[in-house]
C-alpha cells in the first residue's frame, strides 16, 4: 500500500486549510453597582486625591444618603476614584451616573471649574492620575517650568468641561479649541500616541456661563446641595464595539437627562480610530483651579452593553415605620430585536432576606410607564395607570418589549412594624429565558436597593472598618471607628458614649486621631467617650487609629460600644479582618498546599486571587510580608479554581499532568519572558487542563504547553514499521520546536494527489491552531523528547471551516486540530454545526503506539504488532462502552464534510483531560449517561488487530443512523472486522433496533488465524445468544470475557459470522465438562482431565488478560502454583480440546 494511503486510512484523520475565527465568549460579564450613599465603598474602588476623595454619609449628609465628593468648592483641589475591576475591551460598557456640581460662594472670574472626567486606562498599566486643573486628572499639563504627565495607559477621557478648558488647545495638551468652550463635553485620545491626550472631539451644550439650562454645573450659589428639582444631571455613556476581531473599535455615545425619568439626550456620537487595549479598567477624576465647584457623584452603575439589564432605586435610604418609600424599575432592553416572555419579579424582604407579608410591608399602587412605546407591555398592567389592589409579595409580570427600548415600574409602598434586621430590602429580577435570546450578561438581571427603617428610640451603631481592603503593609493601615445615630431621635447630651478597642498582639498603634474623643489607654488597649448630643442620623466623627503590624496575623479586631440609654445593643459590636496580601513566594519549595510558602502563611481558598511575590508588592514598600520576590515555581497539586492570576515575578505557574486549574478572573502578566503558566506532559499521564471561565478577559495570555510525540521508526511493529502522530498545536501559531529529527507535515483537504504536505502549507510561515498535522521521528527507539510550544493561548469559541473540494481525493475529509489546553466533548452541544454540513454525524480520532496497546484496556504491551489505529465515534455513543467522550488537548478528529462550511468549537463546553487507561489517544472516562445493551469484538491476527462495536437501541435501524453509525476505513493487509449494514455497508460501530440477527464480516489474509474475544453487557449475556460461524457451522457463546480461535480460510474471509438465539441452534455448552475437575487447594490450582482427548488450559484475570497456559494431557492432572497469583483476587480457568468437544470454565478465588 502507498505510504499516503495508509496514513490516511490507519490515522484517517483531519485538517482545514484556512483560518479559524475566535468569537469572544459572551460569558465575559461584569456588573458594579455602587451609590456612594453610605460609609464605606466597595473593596473593588480606590479613592484618592489632594485632598482625597471622601464619602459624605454622617458627615455632611445623613447616614446612608451621601455622595462620593471628589472636590470641595476650595481652590486647587484634586480628587479621583477608580474601579480595580478588569473587564475585556472587545466586549464594551455601558456606564451611568448621578452627579452634582455647585459652590456655596460666588466665582465671578471662573463661574465654576473646572470638571469631571470619566476615564478608561489599559489595565495592565500601574495606575497614576493625570494632571488636574483643565486635564480633570485625564490629561498631560505644562504650567510655566512644570510638566505633569496624564493617566497612566489612558485611553480615552470623557470631560464633563465646566470652564471649556479641557477642550482647549492649552497648557500643553494637544489639540482642541482656540478659545475656552464652557459647558461642554469633550473627548481626549490616548496616551499611547504621537500626540498623546489629543482632542478627538466636544459639543458645547450652552455658551452663557450663568444658566442653568442646559449647564454642566450649577451656576446659582447655595449653601446646601440643589435638590433634584432645582438641577438634576444623569449620564449615560456607551463604549459599544463596533469594529472587527481583527480591527477593534468603539463607538462612543454619551447621554443625559435633566430630570428623573426624563427623556435621554445625546450629545456625542464618535468612532474611535486608535488601537485598543485588550484590558481596560475605569475611573472618574475632577478638579479645581482659579476656579472652583463641589463635584459630586452617585449611584454609578457599570456594565455591559447590548443585552436584557433591569436596575432599582429607591427614593429615601432611611424612613420611619408608616413612611412611604418609592422603587422605581427600570428594564431595557438594548437587543435590536422585539422581545416577548421577559418575566419580572420583585420582592420585598426583611433584614435577614425573608419575604414581608403585606401586613407587615404594605403597597399602596404600582404604576407602569412604558415610555410612549407601544411595543412595550406589561401582563397585567395598563401604562400610565396605577394598579391599586390585588397586590402579592412577590408581584410578577411578564413583559414585551421593543428593540432599544425602556420601561419604568414605580411601587409606593411603607413599612408598618419594624423589620427584622431593621432594614427593608427589596430585590428585582428579569428573566429572559423565554423570550428565546441568549443573554449575554446575566449580571445585570437583577438588582437590589435597601432602606434603613429609623429606630423611634435612641439608638447608637458602631462600624468598624480598615483601609487596603483590609490588607497588611509594612508602612501601616489605618483602623476607622465610627459611632452613628440610626433613630429618628436625637441623642441628648450629657450622655455619655464609650468605645473600646483592643488591638490585637502583633499590630503597634503609632497614632491616632479622636476629634471630640477623650482617649485613654493601657499598651494596646484604648477607651474612647465623649457625652456631647448626636442628631439623628448622622454620625460622631470618625475615631482614626494607625497601625503597623510586626507578627505574621491575620489579626481580627472587635471595636465595641456602650451606651447606657441604647435600645438596640445588637449594633453594638464590629470586627474587621487584616492580614498580609497572600503572595506566592516558595519559601520551602513548589508545593502549592504548604502554607509557609505564601506570604501570609496559608493556603489560599477555592476562587481566591493568585498573585505572585515581586520586589515591587512584597518588598519594604509592598504590600506583602517583605521578604522579596517568589523563589520557586508555583505547582498545581491537584485540581484547583482561582480568581485572577497576576504574574510579574521570574517563576511560573505549573499545570501539572493529571490536573486541572480553572481560572474565574484575568491572567495579568507583565513579563511573559521570565515567569509564565506552564502546562505539563508526559509519556503516561495525561496533559494538564487550563480552562478560563471568562475567556474574553484573557484574549492575551501567553503560555508554555508541553507535548509529547510517540510516533517513530519501530523496527518491532510489524506492517508499518514508520509510525505517524497526528497534533495540533496548543497556541495561536508557532513554529515546530524542532530537533532536526522530525517530519512534520499538513493535511490538505482541496490537494489532489498525496494530502500530506510539508508543513507549514502556503500561505501559512507557521504551524496554525485548528489545523491538523501529522508528524514521525527518524529515531528507532521510542522518542522521550518533550516538546515546547510556547505563545498565545486559544480561549473563546472557534469556528473552523471545513471544505468539500469537487474532483480531489478524499473529498470532504476535514482534519482539526485540538489547539485548546482543554478536551472537547464529543457532542452536537460541544462541536456545533448546520443542518447537511456533515455527510455523517462522526468524528474519527486518530491513536498513536501499537495495536495492541489500542485493544487492551488494561496496558498490556506486545512486540511484533502493527503500530496505528484511528476510531470513529458516532456522536450519540461518545462514552459509551469505552468509546472515548472527549477530544483530547493537541490531539486530532476528523469530519466528512458534505459541503463546504464550518464548525464552532464551543469554549463554556470543554473538560479535562483525563487518563483512564493506556490507550493512546488517552480516552477520558465515560460520560455518565446509562450505557446501551452492548457488545465489543475483537479481532486478533497474526501481526495486526481490530474493534468492532455494537449497541442496540430500538429507535434505530440495520442500516446507517447518523449520529449512531460510524464507517469502517478498509484497509490492505491487515486483519478487521464490521458490521454488515443492510445496503452491504461496513460499520466499525454500528447501533441496531435488535443484536440478534446481526452479521459480521471479517477480512484476513488468505489462510490466516485469528482469534475472537468478546466483552459484552449483562443483559446481553443474559440471552444465552450464540456467535454462529456461517463457515464451519460451529456456536460460541456471548459471553463476557469469551475468547475463541478461528480457523483462516484458503479464500478471503468474509460473511463470516451472525448472532442468534439459543432457540435458534442445537448444541451443549459443557459437552463433556462432567470429565473436566477444576479445583483450589492451597491457593493452588489443579486441573483433572478425565476425558479421552488432551486439552488445554488457560487461567486468565478478570480484565481478560491472559496469565499463562499448560496443556493437560488426558487423564492426567497439571498444577498452577500460587507464585503466579496475586492474593484475594479473581481468575478465570478455561479447559478445552482443539475441536471444543469438551469445554469447561471456572471462576476461582485465591486467597
Not at 235 to 245: A, L, M, Q, R, S
Request: hydrophobic share 30%.
Amino acid at each position: 500500500m502507498n505510504n499516503f494511503y495508509s496514513r490516511l486510512i490507519v490515522g484517517i484523520l483531519l485538517i482545514i486549510t484556512s483560518e479559524f475565527i475566535f468569537i469572544p465568549q459572551a460569558k465575559a460579564q461584569f456588573t458594579i453597582t455602587e451609590n456612594f450613599k453610605s460609609g464605606s465603598v466597595s473593596s473593588k474602588i480606590t479613592l484618592g486625591g489632594n485632598p482625597t476623595s471622601i464619602l459624605t454619609s454622617g458627615i455632611y449628609d445623613p447616614i446612608n444618603d451621601g455622595w462620593l465628593r471628589l472636590t470641595s468648592d476650595n481652590n486647587d483641589q484634586r480628587g479621583f476614584a477608580y474601579i480595580n475591576t478588569t473587564f475585556p475591551s472587545s466586549i464594551g460598557a455601558y456606564i451611568e451616573f448621578e452627579y452634582k456640581t455647585w459652590r456655596s460662594k460666588a466665582d465671578n472670574t471662573y463661574f465654576g471649574a473646572d470638571g469631571i472626567c470619566v476615564f478608561l486606562f489599559d489595565a495592565t498599566q500601574t495606575f497614576s492620575i493625570g494632571a488636574f486643573g483643565g486635564s480633570l486628572g485625564y490629561a498631560n499639563r505644562v504650567s510655566g517650568s512644570t510638566t505633569e504627565t496624564g493617566l497612566s495607559g489612558g485611553y480615552i477621557g470623557i470631560g464633563l468641561d465646566e470652564y471649556g478648558n479641557f477642550v482647549r488647545n492649552s497648557e500643553g495638551k494637544n489639540g482642541g479649541t482656540a478659545d475656552l468652550a464652557p459647558n461642554s463635553i469633550a473627548l481626549r485620545g490616548p496616551q499611547k500616541n504621537s500626540k498623546p491626550y489629543r482632542y478627538l472631539t466636544h459639543t458645547q451644550l450652552q455658551t452663557n456661563s450663568s444658566s442653568n439650562t442646559n449647564s454642566i454645573d450649577y451656576n446659582t450659589v447655595t449653601s446646601t446641595r440643589p435638590t433634584n428639582s432645582q438641577f438634576y444631571r444623569k449620564v449615560k455613556i456607551y463604549i459599544e464595539p463596533i469594529g472587527t476581531i481583527s480591527v477593534p473599535k468603539y463607538r462612543i455615545r454619551v447621554l443625559w437627562t435633566t430630570t428623573p425619568n426624563g427623556t435621554d439626550t445625546q450629545h456625542i456620537s464618535y468612532e474611535t480610530t486608535d488601537p485598543i487595549p485588550a484590558l481596560l479598567k475605569l475611573g472618574f477624576g475632577a478638579s479645581t483651579g482659579g476656579g472652583f465647584n463641589y463635584h459630586e457623584i452617585r449611584n454609578l452603575y457599570i456594565t455591559t452593553p447590548g443585552n436584557v439589564r433591569i436596575n432599582k432605586e429607591v427614593d429615601k435610604p432611611n424612613v420611619i415605620i408608616g413612611d412611604d418609600l418609592t422603587y422605581t424599575l427600570t428594564v431595557t432592553n438594548e437587543t435590536p430585536a422585539p422581545l416577548t416572555n421577559l418575566v419580572l419579579n420583585d420582592t420585598i424582604k426583611d433584614g435577614n432576606g425573608n419575604a414581608l407579608s403585606l401586613s407587615d410591608f404594605e403597597i399602596s399602587s404600582i404604576n407602569f410607564n412604558n415610555k410612549g412605546n407601544s411595543g412595550n407591555t406589561a401582563s397585567g398592567f395598563t401604562s400610565g395607570v396605577a394598579k391599586t389592589s390585588g397586590f402579592t409579595n412577590p408581584f410578577s409580570t411578564t413583559l414585551a418589549m421593543a428593540p432599544n427600548s425602556t420601561v419604568f415600574f414605580t411601587v409606593v409602598g411603607k413599612a408598618k412594624k419594624m423589620p427584622a434586621g431593621g432594614i427593608v430590602k427589596n430585590s428585582v429580577e428579569i428573566d429572559p429565558t423565554g423570550s428565546g435570546i441568549s443573554d449575554t450578561d446575566l449580571t445585570n438581571n437583577y438588582a437590589t436597593v435597601n432602606t434603613t427603617i429609623l429606630n423611634p428610640n435612641v439608638d447608637l451603631k458602631i462600624e468598624k472598618g480598615v483601609n487596603n481592603n483590609g490588607i497588611s503593609r509594612l508602612s501601616g493601615n489605618t483602623y476607622t471607628i465610627t459611632v452613628s445615630n440610626v433613630s429618628s431621635t436625637n441623642k441628648p447630651s450629657s450622655e455619655r458614649v464609650t468605645v473600646t478597642d483592643n488591638i490585637p498582639a502583633g499590630l503597634n498603634v503609632t497614632s491616632y486621631t479622636a476629634p471630640g474623643w477623650t482617649v485613654s489607654n493601657t499598651g494596646n488597649n484604648y477607651t474612647f467617650t465623649r457625652t456631647d448630643a448626636l442628631a439623628s442620623v448622622y454620625a460622631y466623627p470618625s475615631i482614626v487609629l494607625n497601625v503597623t503590624p510586626t507578627g505574621t496575623g491575620p489579626w481580627v479586631n472587635t471595636a465595641n460600644l456602650s451606651y447606657t440609654y441604647d435600645t438596640d445593643t445588637s449594633n453594638n459590636s464590629s470586627s474587621v479582618s487584616l492580614r498580609w496580601l497572600n503572595y506566592w513566594r516558595g519559601n520551602i519549595d513548589t508545593d502549592w498546599a504548604k502554607d509557609a510558602n505564601w506570604t501570609a502563611n496559608y493556603v489560599p481558598m477555592s476562587g481566591e486571587n493568585i498573585e505572585f511575590a515581586t520586589v515591587s508588592n512584597n518588598g519594604p514598600s509592598g504590600n506583602g510580608n517583605g521578604a522579596g520576590a517568589a523563589v520557586n515555581d508555583l505547582y498545581l497539586d491537584k485540581d484547583r479554581i482561582i480568581g485572577d492570576l497576576t504574574n510579574n515575578s521570574d517563576m511560573s505557574l505549573v499545570v501539572t499532568t493529571q490536573n486541572q486549574l480553572t481560572i474565574n478572573g484575568t491572567v495579568n502578566d507583565n513579563n511573559f519572558d521570565k515567569g509564565t503558566i506552564i502546562v505539563k506532559t508526559s509519556p503516561d499521564e495525561a496533559t494538564g487542563t487550563l480552562i478560563f471561565t471568562n475567556p474574553a478577559t484573557n484574549l492575551a495570555v501567553n503560555a508554555n504547553v508541553e507535548f509529547y510525540n510517540k510516533a517513530y521508526e519501530c523496527s518491532t511493529c510489524g506492517y508499518y514499521k514508520r509510525q505517524w502522530q497526528y497534533f495540533g498545536i496548543p497556541v495561536n501559531s508557532s513554529e515546530f520546536p524542532s530537533t532536526g529529527l522530525e517530519t512534520v507535515n499538513q493535511w490538505v483537504e482541496p490537494y489532489s494527489g498525496d494530502k500530506w504536505r510539508p508543513a507549514p502549507y502556503n500561505p501559512d510561515t507557521q504551524l496554525k491552531a485548528f489545523k491538523g498535522y501529522e508528524m514521525t521521528n527518524s529515531a528507532t527507539s521510542l522518542p522521550d523528547k518533550i516538546y515546547n510550544f510556547t505563545g498565545t493561548l486559544n480561549v473563546g469559541d472557534a469556528i473552523v471551516p471545513l471544505t468539500k473540494t469537487s474532483n480531489v481525493n478524499y473529498s470532504g475529509m476535514n482534519l482539526i486540530g485540538n489547539s485548546y489546553t482543554a478536551a472537547i466533548p464529543i457532542s452536537t452541544d460541544a462541536i456545533t454545526f448546520g443542518t447537511g454540513l456533515l455527510e455523517e454525524e462522526t468524528v474519527y480520532l486518530f491513536n498513536t503506539g501499537t495495536r495492541d496497546q489500542w485493544r487492551k484496556l488494561n496496558g498490556s504491551t506486545a512486540t511484533g504488532i502493527s503500530g496505528g489505529q484511528y476510531q470513529a465515534v458516532p456522536f450519540s455513543l461518545a462514552g459509551q462502552a469505552t468509546l472515548p467522550d472527549r477530544i483530547l488537548s493537541m490531539h486530532t478528529f476528523m469530519l466528512n464534510a458534505k459541503t463546504s462550511g464550518s464548525i464552532t468549537l464551543k469554549y463554556a463546553k470543554l473538560g479535562k483531560n483525563e487518563l483512564i487507561n493506556q490507550s493512546a489517544w488517552r480516552s477520558l472516562k465515560s460520560s455518565s449517561s446509562e450505557a446501551y445493551p452492548h457488545i465489543i469484538m475483537d479481532v486478533i491476527g497474526d501481526s495486526s488487530a481490530d474493534r468492532v462495536w455494537l449497541f442496540e437501541n430500538p429507535a434505530t435501524t440495520n442500516g446507517f443512523d447518523n449520529g449512531w453509525d460510524g464507517y469502517k476505513l478498509l484497509e490492505n493487509g491487515l486483519t478487521q472486522i464490521y458490521v454488515s449494514g443492510t445496503n452491504k455497508e461496513k460499520f466499525q460501530i454500528a447501533t441496531v433496533p435488535q443484536i440478534t440477527g446481526t452479521a459480521f464480516d471479517v477480512k484476513t489474509s488468505i489462510n490466516e488465524n485469528y482469534t475472537l474475544n468478546l466483552s459484552v453487557t449483562p443483559d446481553i449475556e443474559n440471552r444465552k445468544l450464540y456467535l454462529r460461524d456461517l463457515t464451519t457451522g460451529h456456536i460460541y457463546p456471548i459471553v463476557n470475557n469469551g475468547e475463541y480461535a478461528i480457523n483462516g480460510k484458503s479464500s478471503l474471509d468474509k460473511n463470516r459470522f451472525d448472532i442468534v438465539s439459543s432457540n435458534s441452534v442445537l448444541t451443549d455448552d459443557d459437552e463433556g465438562s462432567a470429565l473436566i475437575n477444576i479445583t483450589v487447594n492451597n491457593n493452588v490450582i489443579v486441573v483433572t482431565n478425565m476425558s479421552e482427548v488432551d486439552c488445554l488450559a488457560i487461567v486468565y484475570d478478570l480484565n481478560g488478560k491472559k496469565i499463562f497456559s499448560k496443556n493437560v494431557k488426558k487423564y492426567s492432572s497439571e498444577s498452577f502454583t500460587d507464585g503466579y497469583f496475586i492474593q484475594n483476587s479473581i481468575y478465570i480457568v478455561k479447559v478445552a480440546d482443539n475441536k471444543q468437544t469438551v469445554k469447561k470454565t471456572s471462576r476461582i478465588f485465591m486467597k
